[in-house]
């Protein structure tokens, strides 16, 4: 990613080569969303949850979706006009669709028509889920998934949701029972039913996001010009400390790079003149990001530390007892404008 944005420095911003750059990128941050999901999966927690509008998510999958597939396979979607907005994590929600839409393909001897329909519902009492409980009255979001297969008899509705159940000899069973899983995180309802010309229909129910939530918004950080000229750069990737000083050096930044939190220490105890911003990583072997962190600001308690982890901010300030001397976040993989970005927030705060 840090690599692209670089070549994308010196290409025509327009044209064909643009457009290739544009769905490398494109490509590049789906696999990442889709690698800190399953990062998240491992860990146990819980991905950040904003106000999502399902049509646009579906709009946006619609394309890989149709690259997954490659068969005769018709997509027939249909959105709400005004339709209502869900709290949700957009990763999870494209992880749902797309195990459906395999699923679907599959059942369909890879063909035949999928249709997803998104459109705003209302409860008027406190309904029943057989997977996911009680759920209260109110307004909801429903998505369907439709294909025209074989579909599925009554004993395998009920066990499909079940983990490693699978109707496929290669099968895994996997697929099913993380949607089901989602779905619950997302305090959401499931079912599943046979068309009305055989086939299968899923429908998941999502509760519409509070008013609340929505007049929530993110302070607004002030632009400013960075007037930065020495940054220290400690990670222990080597790859990461090339293409990251790269995109510094680009940006007119003088680099010095560690490859540890012992290193980085050393570094800014020998140095005179004292560093602008340390772009620290979190995840480091040895001295951990949070020791290096302390460490640096006994040495020099005016120091400006930009952290940087694969993982999310929520659960990387859990390593931090106090944000002391931290100034800011920046998610890997990022890109030179994201990277300048978060430098520039930065020193307009500092």
Known sequence: TGSLSLLCRHLPQEGETAVHCDRIGSSARKLSDLTNQLLAVARGVQSESLPLDLGEVIRETLPLLEGLVRSTVRFEIHVDEELWPVVGDEVQITQILMNLSLNAWEAMGRNGTLRIRVENVHRDEEWACRRTGLHPSGDYVRLTVADDGEGMDAKTRQRVFDPFFSTKSSGRGLGLAAVLGIVRRHSGAISIDQGEDDGTVITIDLPRCPADILELTPDNWEDGSSEIRHVLLVDDEEVVRDVTGSMLMTLGFIVVTARDGAEAVETVRDRKRGFDLVLLDVQMPGMSGAETADAIREIDPQARILLSSGHTESLVKE????????????????????????????????
Request: glycine fraction near 6%.
């Open 319 to 350: 390593q931090f007892r106090t944000e002391k001397g931290v100034a800011g976040f920046l998610q890997k993989p990022y890109t030179l404008e994201e990277l300048e970005a978060a430098i520039d927030a930065v020193l307009s705060h500092s």
